[in-house]
């Protein structure tokens, strides 16, 4: 059991990693869902990820606003991916339910510090802004975080954003480099991973023939988003990036990968927003990620389709 904060940009993929997440009550407490500028702006990111808890039936998850813009860089966004409403091949409406009161940092600032010590795991779908401003503000919340789970980075793979670049750290790569820095316990499940987990008119199919309306939406979302990605790299099928990080947290026997150092290069230039991943160890410096490298696609298929199976 995961007592959990989901931090995301919703985005087609992150709405996907919402729904299987909220259908796992047994084993994801989900806290809240707090929400950071991405794929879209802010308003946007905080729309869908309330609508993803309206078509999972789960209205009672909070959800708080958080950063609008990064800590350095000038704001890029992902329409030309994401749609300009952060959501391909469904039709979305303002959800019933408001935004949480307050702001999503204070709210990982004051939940954070009241949680007994490493109890938290904290989901990271987007880019990393908040829990950056929330560790600049209050460095002692890392005792009440159990780990760290970022869909985040590249390295084998290359980026999908730049030749190098991921596009959740060249988002916002000075908060990906402030979070790497804290200590805390990180597993990161990068495109090299999220690469091998790709859909098929099967698995999609699949999906579909749930009969129910998450099963459908989430069918019409990978309709319209997974053919662009394979447009772009040649690939059989689309990924679904964010997805993989809810699949970890409920079966990490579905993945490997190991312990190794990792840097973010935050200069101006060619390799902007680049994690730097030690796979070799040739810098000989202490591992400070959890690197997954390769994952059961079929095997995360199957969890996927059992979970969207569950929701109305």
């Not at 950056?132 to 002692?140: G, S, T, V």
């Not at 689309?238 to 190991?258: I, K, S």
């Not at 730097?276 to 591992?287: F, T, Y």
Request: glycine residues 8%.
């Amino acid at each position: 059991m995961h007592t959990l904060i989901i931090d995301t940009d919703p985005g087609a993929d992150d709405v996907i990693a919402l729904l299987f997440a909220l259908a796992a009550p047994e084993s994801l407490s989900i806290q809240a869902l707090t929400t950071v500028a991405g794929n879209v702006p802010l308003a946007k990111t905080s729309r869908n990820a309330r609508l993803a808890c309206e078509w999972a039936g789960r209205p009672e998850v909070p959800v708080y606003a958080g950063a609008e813009r990064p800590l350095q860089r000038t704001p890029i966004y992902a329409a030309n991916i994401h749609g300009h409403e952060g959501l391909t091949g469904v039709v979305v409406h303002e959800p019933a339910v408001p935004l949480a009161e307050g702001g999503a940092v204070d709210y990982l600032v004051r939940t954070l510090r009241a949680a007994p010590e490493n109890s938290v795991t904290l989901a990271m779908l987007g880019p990393q802004t908040n829990l950056a401003l929330a560790l600049e503000q209050a460095p002692d919340i890392t005792r009440g975080i159990r780990e760290l789970v970022l869909m985040a980075g590249a390295h084998f793979n290359g980026g999908n954003i730049t030749p190098v670049a991921e596009f959740n750290v060249f988002a916002d790569p000075h908060a990906a480099e402030a979070v790497l820095k804290s200590g805390v316990p990180i597993t990161m499940l990068p495109l090299d991973v999220t690469h091998k987990i790709l859909t098929s008119d099967a698995r999609i199919a699949r999906l579909r023939g749930l009969g129910n309306r998450a099963g459908a939406i989430v069918a019409d979302i990978l309709d319209a988003y997974a053919p662009q990605e394979m447009k772009h790299y040649g690939m059989p099928g689309g990924p679904v990036h964010d997805a993989t990080v809810t699949a970890y947290l409920l079966r990490p026997d579905l993945f490997q990968g190991r312990r190794i150092h990792v840097e973010i290069d935050s200069r101006e230039g060619m390799g902007f927003g680049q994690t730097v991943a030690d796979w070799h160890g040739s810098l000989k410096r202490p591992a400070n990620v959890n690197w997954i490298i390769d994952g059961d696609a079929q095997g995360f298929f199957d969890l996927l389709t059992e979970h969207i199976a569950r929701l109305p």
